[in-house]
Every structure is written in structure tokens, then in C-alpha cells.
């Protein structure tokens, strides 16, 4: 069963790099202020993230020198790694229950770095929840039991939901 902490935050650390070199507390310190009300990244996890970035090439490290304490590690993004963002960036987010992580990151990002293209990713995702209601409705068609029924009901209902939420960020 897949869980939100199968969302992996490396887009998001990405994005954060977009506009400038970090050190690893400065990311999680932007990290936490900018996502800390959808997302929750621990520093240990930040720091093995970063690694995983590095040895992807996406980020590159360099030390950075400070008198009287040890040196500090400074990332930068890759041309690769910047691809990669800009790829996640604008690919709808394909699990509904991913919605509130992923998809409000996407949105932040659009934000944050003034890109073009929200409005296409915001249609892109309504569209293939639009086709997950269409599957939903027709498995409640198929069902044999009342509980099969419910949950059918409900999942259709938080995705109609979602796809009114999506209306509102078109209209706003």
C-alpha cells in the first residue's frame, strides 16, 4: 500500500535550488516555511535526499569554507536536475492521494519562480480526474456488494471534489 512518504520531496528540494546555491539548513529551513503545511521533511531525511540528488548528478556539492566552525556543504543545480524539475513540474500528479503534497508543490513552484504554464497543468490534472471519475463510475456500475458500492461512492466523491478545488484555482 503506498503512503504519502512514497512521495519522494526531491522535486521539491529541485525546485528550491531553481532560484540559487543552498546549504543543506538553508533548504530545510525554506523547505519547512514554504511546504511545512502539506509536507514534512526531517533533517535527517533532508541530508539523505541531497545525497541521493548528488549521486543522480541532479546537484552538485562544494564546500564552503567559515572560520572557526567546519565547512558546510553548498548545492547547485545541475542542467540535469534542472530538467528534471521542470519535467515533475509539469506532469499532472497521477494518485489522487497525492494531490496535497505533490500537486499544491507544483503549484508553489509555479508560483514561487513566476513559470508560465500553470493554467495547462491545472487542465491537464482536471482532465485525468475527470477519467478516473468516468472508471469509478463505471466500476460502481460492476459492483456486487453494497461495500464495494461505498467505497466506489466515496473515492468518486473526493475526486469530484478535487476537480471542483481545480475549478476554483482556474477561477482565482
Known amino acids: 500500500m503506498a503512503h504519502s512518504a512514497d512521495v519522494s520531496p526531491q522535486p521539491a528540494l529541485l525546485g528550491l535550488l531553481m532560484a540559487g546555491p543552498k546549504h543543506g539548513y538553508e533548504l530545510y529551513q525554506d523547505f519547512s516555511q514554504a511546504l511545512g503545511r502539506v509536507w514534512r521533511l526531517g533533517r535527517s531525511n533532508l541530508y539523505a ?3 541521493e540528488l ?3 548528478g541532479w546537484v552538485t556539492v562544494e564546500e564552503e569554507l ?3 566552525r567546519p565547512p558546510r556543504q553548498v ?3 545541475t ?4 530538467r528534471q524539475f521542470l519535467d515533475w513540474l509539469h506532469r499532472p500528479t497521477p494518485h489522487l492521494r497525492h494531490i496535497r503534497l505533490e500537486f499544491l508543490a507544483r503549484l508553489y513552484f509555479f508560483e514561487l519562480l513566476a513559470l508560465p504554464g500553470v493554467e495547462a497543468l491545472v487542465d491537464r490534472q482536471r482532465s485525468l480526474l475527470r477519467s478516473r471519475c468516468r ?3 463505471a466500476a460502481a456500475g460492476r459492483a ?3 461495500f464495494d458500492e461505498l467505497v466506489l461512492a466515496f473515492r468518486l466523491s ?6 471542483e478545488w481545480l475549478d476554483h484555482c482556474s477561477s482565482t
Do not use: F
Request: no cysteine; net charge positive.
Open 75 to 77: 548545492y547547485h543545480l
Open 144 to 146: 456486487d456488494n453494497r
Open 54 to 56: 548528488a549521486a543522480a
Open 135 to 137: 472508471s469509478l463510475k
Open 79 to 82: 542542467e540535469t536536475g534542472r
Open 66 to 68: 567559515q572560520p572557526g
Open 49 to 51: 535526499q541531497l545525497k
Open 158 to 163: 473526493q475526486t469530484e471534489a478535487v476537480i
